[in-house]
């Protein structure tokens, strides 16, 4: 049930209910003083929460006895397992679902909106209706933040277009765009970026931050993208055996407490072993340690996986790649593919691509990334140029709509397992289908489970585990993290790490794209373009475009000018620069082992020979200098390349 705040807005409770409801309130005062980041003073003022609230299910209790206060200026993300009850956290917060034991809380005239798993959108309304009612488009239209969100969501749908007619992720865009375009109090988003491109999640996390004043408003979000909840959130809620435990920061600091949690209560060989932080020494390591921003402190964190490995020994990775596969894999020379004469969705690619490359692919939706997929695998021919496969690839597909799995719903886990070899390399040893069962949080009971009734996630945990059973040598992911919660993201994301072989990855997830791959691309207008510097360099390149379309003139104003000609590489000249870097490379391999050697020999001198000594270390020199040059010719090359 849903009672009113028992205090008034000054802080001190009513007379009437000093005495009863709010002399029992667990939760702070309606009005609290605290310093921002920036060292001034904010007000913070309590908007929602809960008292001692249960929820119960026939089979669990999905909440026990849980106290929780929302204040103005909280941008909370909430994580855990699927079905451990974050949802229905929501819903409850929202007044959307009765509780079976205490009360929720809400201060008086605060307002809440809720973009809910399922949307409520009715079939027969329109697009406009549906997103702004009955209000005058003079009215919305003058706001300049309600037209960004339609023009980031919506533009490629039709506003007089009806809901029943639109696809799945449509209607899920107009939902949120009917959710943001409202000035509510607190904001609840369930998987606010399901089905948004890589662009439009940025976008989104810059409108979140911006949205309100540091010290006004609130927002509850439910998500797995763990870049996203770094960005936007300042407090996380973990949701688990049927409490909530609250830690400050976002994402990075959640994990880093985490960490230090287990710590403390862990043996040093225990720590080395803990899934969470490996995690945590990729993002002290990679990217987000990077940032201009960085969300927690990375002395710190380092410090805390000084004794951790490297998550992946790339050289070794692709030593047992070449053996699998050979020099070979796929190359593509000047592909083209097109569509019942339509424009072409895949454009004069050249691409090679070699063992134990670990690429990752992105571009908005509907670029053509399934279709170049199908096209690197064999699965449909291109309508101009050549793709040539090495004879020994061996292709395994996990599809977003987990085609694999088709076969096999009329058999319980256990018998589908049994169906594919017991034993694959992982991490250079072998493991056993019982041993990823496990690491993919499969337990006893569950293999026991019929296919056909297995979650979202469980399915695509069982997806993955079958393909890599058949032992591939080149492995095509496409939105492998959909379904899966935070902690099954890094159980796949480690097992992927010692995966040997070469990775095809389409992801909208940016953290999971930045963690398990090497190399980015982006397919734009139907063309493959390399980005040395990961996302943030794509993110560009759209922004840029999209302001070159916005300042050019209309073709009525526009005087006729001659013909620019692109300064783009030829085909042929990126195709020689391709295979020259993957040449340089596999030299500075060689030169690289080389210098090792020089160094050990070295080491083995007599160390009161001088003579001796000088000739080991004009050895080691030349070994360095000619590496040297082999790094200098790869720099000038992959410059080139990436042009």
């Known amino acids: 049930m849903l009672n009113q705040c028992p205090r008034t807005l000054s802080g001190v409770c009513a007379p009437s209910a000093a005495s009863s409801a709010a002399a029992r309130c667990a939760l702070r005062p309606c009005y609290t003083r605290r310093h921002c980041n920036l060292g001034e003073r904010v007000i ?5 929460g809960c008292e001692k609230v249960s929820v119960e299910v026939p089979s669990k209790t999905v909440l026990s006895d849980v106290s929780l206060g929302v204040d ?7 994580v855990g397992r699927n079905g451990d009850g974050k949802s229905t956290l929501l819903n409850v917060l929202a007044g959307r679902r009765e509780v079976d034991s205490g009360r929720v809380i809400r201060t008086g005239g605060t307002t809440v909106g809720i973009l809910a798993q399922a949307d409520g959108l009715a079939d027969d309304a329109s697009v406009r209706e549906a997103v702004v009612g009955d209000v005058p488009e003079y009215v919305w239209a ?48 369930d998987e606010p970026t399901n089905h948004l491109d890589i662009r439009a999640i940025t976008w989104l996390a810059s409108h979140l931050r911006t949205r309100w004043r ?24 973990e949701v688990h055996d049927g409490r909530v435990l609250p830690f400050e920061g976002g994402f990075s600091a959640y994990i880093m407490q985490r960490v230090e949690r287990e710590r403390q209560a862990a043996l040093a060989e225990q720590k080395r ?49 070449m053996a699998r596969i050979g020099k070979q894999v796929v190359d593509l020379d ?24 670990r690429i990752g692919l992105v571009g908005g939706n509907g670029a053509g990334k399934t279709t170049l997929l199908r096209v690197i695998e064999g699965a449909l021919a291109p309508t101009r140029g050549r793709v040539k496969i090495g004879q020994t690839v061996r292709f395994a597909v996990l599809s977003q709509h987990l085609d694999n799995l088709r076969a096999f719903e009329g058999d319980v886990v256990r018998q589908a397992v049994a169906r594919f070899p017991h034993r694959t390399m992982l991490d250079g040893k072998e493991a056993t289908s019982s041993q990823l069962l496990e690491r993919l949080g499969f337990d006893k009971a569950d293999l026991n489970e019929p296919v056909a009734d297995l979650s979202g996630g469980q399915k695509r945990r069982l997806a993955l585990m079958m393909i890599l059973l058949e032992e591939p040598n080149v492995l095509i992911l496409d939105e ?22 070469t990775l095809i990855l389409v992801t909208h997830d940016r953290f999971l794209m930045e963690r398990v791959t090497d190399h980015q691309f982006a397919l734009i207008d139907g063309r493959l373009r390399h980005l040395p510097r990961g996302v943030d360099e794509y993110l560009e390149l759209m922004d840029a475009a999209a302001q070159a379309a916005s300042d050019a003139p209309s073709s009525e104003d526009a005087p006729a000018e001659p013909e620019v000609v692109d300064p783009v590489l030829s085909n042929a000249e990126r195709h020689r620069l391709t295979k020259l870097v993957a040449s340089l490379e596999r030299k500075m391999e060689t030169a690289a082992s080389k210098v090792e050697a020089a160094r050990a020999a070295m080491a083995e001198v007599d160390q009161t020979d001088f003579a001796a000594l000088t000739e080991a270390q004009s050895a080691v020199d030349g070994a360095q200098e000619a590496l040297g040059q082999l ?13």
């Not at 913070?44 to 929602?48: I, Q």
């Not at 790094?631 to 042009?643: I, K, N, P, T, V």
Request: charged share 30%.
């Open 214 to 237: 540091r010290d006004a408003g609130a927002l509850l979000v439910v998500t797995h993208d763990r870049w996203f909840l770094d960005e936007v959130c300042n407090t996380m809620w």
């Open 72 to 78: 103005t200026g909280q941008r909370i993300g909430i």
């Open 334 to 357: 000047r592909v083209t593919v097109s569509f019942d004469g339509d424009s072409p969705v895949i454009d004069d690619v050249t691409w090679m691509i070699g063992p134990g490359d």
């Open 631 to 643: 790094e200098e010719q790869w720099l000038e090359a992959s410059e080139q390349l990436s042009m």
């Open 142 to 189: 003058s706001d300049a933040k309600i037209r960004a969100i339609f023009e980031n969501l919506l533009e490629d749908i039709p506003w007089d277009a009806l809901v029943g007619t639109l696809s799945g992720g449509q209607r899920r865009r107009v939902d949120l765009a009917r959710v943001l375009a409202e000035d509510e109090d607190v904001l609840m988003l």
């Open 44 to 48: 913070v003022a309590f908007l929602l």
């Open 273 to 321: 072993q803990n899934a969470l932080r490996r995690e945590l020494a990729w993002l002290s390591r990679g990217a987000r340690a990077r940032a201009t921003k960085p969300k927690f402190h990375v002395a710190a964190a380092k410090a805390l996986i000084a004794d951790v490995p490297e998550l992946r020994d790339d050289i070794q990775l692709k030593r047992m790649a």
């Open 480 to 501: 492998p993290g959909n379904d899966l919660d935070i902690d099954m993201l890094a159980a796949v994301e480690d097992m992927l790490d010692g995966w040997p072989g």
